[in-house]
Each structure stands twice: as C-alpha cells, then as structure tokens.
C-alpha cells in the first residue's frame, strides 16, 4: 500500500510565499517522477511542475520564475517552493507520484495525493 501526502497549503497574501511538501511511503522500491498539479474552482486540473528521478525539471508557463520544485530520492518526498503568489494561484494543489514500483507491484503505478488548498487573498 502507497500512500500519498502534501502538506503547507493555507492562505497567504499576493506576494508572499508558502512551501508544500508530499511524502510517499510504502514498501517503494522506485518513483519515476513527482509532480505537483492543481485544480481551481471551475477549471481543469493541469500540471504546475514536475522532477524525474534524475533531477530534470518541467513548469507550466505560468509558474516559471516563481515556483521551484525539488525532492529528496533517498526520502521519496518533493517539494513546491511558491514565491510572489498571485490570486490566480489559487487552487487545491495535488502530488503525484508517478512510475511507482513496490516490492508487492514492481510495475509502474501512479498514485495521487488528496490535496492542500492555497489561498492567495488580493
């Protein structure tokens, strides 16, 4: 059984900062990539950045320059440092760990966090 967690959500004033954090655990064996998605009230849920196993790196448009995204193999935990939030960033924020094999599954599986709402007040 892998379980999924993030942690750090809250509410925040445009301009100020807030760090999530997500730890997997479970009998892990591997974890191909961690991303952090989010999903706004009304709209779809869409990729806000992602980090392979080898320490590559992908943002949305949206983020670059603001957000970075790191995360500790050894731990199998990732994390999304926020800075300058906008309103518009908003949004409950999931982790996905992707590519997930277990010593009971060794085949790649995704599993998904429940999410931690960010609020950014204007």
């Known amino acids: 059984q892998v379980q999924v967690a993030e942690s750090g959500g809250g509410l925040v004033q445009a301009g100020e900062s807030l760090r999530l954090s997500c730890a997997a655990s479970?009998?892990?064996?591997?974890?191909?990539?961690m991303g952090w998605y989010r999903q706004a009230p009304g709209r779809q849920r869409e990729l806000v950045a992602v980090?392979?196993?080898?320490?590559?790196?992908n943002y949305a448009d949206s983020v670059k320059g603001r957000f970075t995204i790191s995360r500790d193999n050894a731990e199998n935990t990732m994390y999304l440092q926020m800075n300058s939030l906008k309103p518009e960033d908003t949004a409950v924020y999931y982790c996905?760990?992707?590519?997930?094999?277990?010593?009971?599954?060794?085949?790649?599986?995704?599993?998904w966090g429940k999410g931690t709402l960010v609020t950014v007040s204007s």
């Open positions: 996905k760990a992707e590519g997930v094999s277990t010593a009971f599954r060794p085949w790649d599986t995704d599993y």
């Open positions: 479970g009998s892990i064996l591997s974890i191909n990539a």
């Open positions: 980090i392979s196993s080898g320490g590559s790196t």
